[in-house]
């Protein structure tokens, strides 16, 4: 296998572990054991998995609300995630957070600030003070296609292209903003597209295709960890559950059975059975492993036997009488296949690329612009770095103020003496009291009739009189 086989299975255990758990979550609920609501992130798993496994262990992430699958792919203390949903003192925040307030220095896991939006500001901060404390770190912005339509992350696109920073903006977009379709509060259809407004490199990845969500990020890490700027990645995937754990869900049953068949444990599992790094028995004992591991947990907290349910509306983890299906998965995850540039027609007349940038099929939806990204990477490693500097920037930022403010002061100078010299006029043609004739109260009424009976007209043409 060109992806190593070791690398391909911890993602497999990482998305059977963060499914298991929320399960546990949702089973608990259910039984009055946990309270209050949450976001569960069930069938998106392939994203946090693919994203984190990318990262050096360094980078920081800030995560959005739907974020326990990612704080599973993160390693963070699932003993210590559980004590804080159900307010006990040994959680993360003391029990007082909640689940938004995950904040792990180990694995450099930031949380959540109180909106979805506002936590990408958060995450330009601190990719800034990467910059310039001259770290090779990034810092990644997780966020849902919702918060995509706020003007914060606009405004730190702007400001993340123009610093140059060491930032990878994730948006997942599982087509629903809260219970309102994506295409009901957007005009575009692909978030990624936006990224050319600002100079950034703007990507698509199937989010149902592990392989796919890390080979991005990979490359995108090393694009931006190179100092070269920030990276948009919009990874198109479905949520099974609705807003909330506890909320009504409206959407069509087509359209989740369709997500169902595009399982990404499902699809991964195939696709190690079908390349020969495992089989069905393999995959099921991790299964059980997985399982093992997060009740084990579970009934640490609650002291009885957790009941091992089935993965959320799934007869089998893996079904031996599923075949793979070459448009759905195989092509889009061929990482192995790395000897067939020749018969790629978007690739003739190009120089040849190394080996390891052979990732995707040109059926692959995410093809064209996984394309784009590669031959943003590819760029002659000697090219004159542009010289922007973060420090200079804000000196000269600051410096510029201060010219505005002596130049405000000289204009508030000249506005006062103009100020004085209107003043000065309006005295010269205001009329004194003292030119002002004194009337009696019955001479001014008199006065103002005659005037005004004077100019008023009949239909007639006559004056009224």
């Known amino acids: 296998m060109g992806l190593e086989e070791q690398k391909i299975i911890e993602l497999f255990y990482k998305m059977l572990k963060a499914r298991i758990f929320e399960e546990r979550i949702a089973h608990y609920c259910d039984r009055g054991k946990i309270k209050g609501n949450f976001y569960l992130a069930s069938g998106q798993e392939a994203v946090s998995a693919g994203c984190t496994i990318a990262l050096n262990g360094k980078d920081k992430v800030f995560t959005n609300h739907r974020n326990l699958d990612f704080c599973i792919a993160l390693e963070l203390d699932m003993e210590k995630m559980i004590l804080e949903l159900i307010g006990e003192d040994g959680g993360y925040a003391k029990g007082k957070g909640g689940p938004f307030y995950f904040k792990d220095d180990v694995v450099c896991h930031e949380g959540l600030a109180i909106s979805p939006a506002r936590n990408v500001g958060l995450a330009l901060g601190a990719a800034l003070a990467e910059k310039l404390n001259g770290s090779d770190n990034i810092v990644v912005s997780v966020i849902g296609d919702g918060a995509s339509n706020e003007g914060t992350f606009s405004e730190s696109l702007n400001l993340a292209s123009k610093l140059k920073l060491p930032m990878i903006f994730l948006v997942i977009n599982n087509f629903y ?38 080979e991005a990020f990979r490359k995108a890490s090393k694009y931006t960890r190179a100092g070269k700027g920030p990276i948009l990645i919009e990874a198109k995937t479905y949520r099974y559950y609705p807003h ?49 591991e997060v009740s084990t947990v579970f ?56 080996a390891d940038d052979n990732v995707l099929d040109e059926k692959s939806e995410a093809y064209e612009e996984i394309k784009m990204l ?9 090219e004159e770095q ?10 000269n930022e600051s410096a510029k103020e201060s010219e505005e403010i002596k130049e405000d002061k000289e204009d508030d100078i000249l506005n006062e003496d103009e100020l004085e010299d209107e003043e000065k006029q309006s005295k010269e043609d205001t009329i004194s009291a003292d030119d002002i004739p004194v009337l ?3 001479d001014m ?11 008023v007209e009949d239909d007639s043409g ?3 009189k």
Not at 306 to 330: A, H, K, P, T, Y
């Open 386 to 395: 542009d010289s922007f500097n973060v420090k200079e920037f804000i000196s």
């Open 244 to 292: 909330t754990y506890k909320s009504v869900d409206n959407r069509p049953k087509e359209e989740l059975d369709h997500y169902f068949m595009r399982d990404p444990i499902n699809l991964l599992g195939r696709y190690l059975v079908n390349v020969g790094a495992g089989n069905t028995n393999d995959l099921n004992l991790m299964k059980e492993n997985a399982t093992r």
């Open 445 to 455: 009424v008199d006065s103002f009739l005659n005037d005004f009976l004077n100019t």
């Open 462 to 464: 006559e004056d009224v």
């Open 177 to 214: 903003d809260k219970d309102k379709s994506f295409d009901s509060t957007s005009t575009v259809k692909d978030i990624a597209l936006r990224a050319k407004g600002y100079s950034m490199p703007g990507i698509i990845v199937d989010g149902n295709n592990v392989l796919e969500v890390y």
């Open 299 to 354: 009934n640490k907290i609650f002291g009885e036997e957790d009941i091992i349910g089935d993965i959320i509306r799934q007869e089998e983890l893996i079904d031996d009488s599923m075949e793979m299906d070459d448009e759905e998965f195989v092509i889009k995850t061929e990482i192995d296949d790395r000897d067939n540039k020749e018969n790629n027609n978007d690739k003739q007349g190009e120089e040849e690329q190394e």
């Open 374 to 382: 590669k031959e943003v990477l590819n760029q002659n490693k000697d």
């Open 440 to 442: 009696d109260d019955a």
